[in-house]
């Protein structure tokens, strides 16, 4: 993409210009870029965005039997427990 340097933008774009970037979060020079989209009619399409799908952890799913499954469940109610006597303030 080439590079363009603009001189002499008058204030008020200027200033709509950085409102657009402060509400959309995004750096001055995108919020120029999609100023200038929309006044020129012209639509982009949008970047395919790819949903990434791992399988590294496959061969452990559904591997546990029912009874495992629930002493995990009773192991890990133990261990989120909160101990009262260790939240008490001390003086």
Known sequence: MKQVTLRGIPEDIEKKAKK???????KL??????LLKGS???RLKAKKRTKTLNH?????????T???AETFDRNLGL???IDEDL?????
């Open 20 to 26: 657009e970037a402060d509400s959309k979060g995004v």
């Open 66 to 68: 029912k009874e495992e």
């Open 87 to 91: 939240w008490k303030k001390t003086e």
């Open 79 to 81: 261990q989120r427990r």
């Open 29 to 34: 020079n995108k919020a120029f870029l999609s």
């Open 40 to 42: 020129s009619g012209i």
């Open 56 to 64: 590294d952890l496959d061969h452990l799913s559904g591997k546990w």
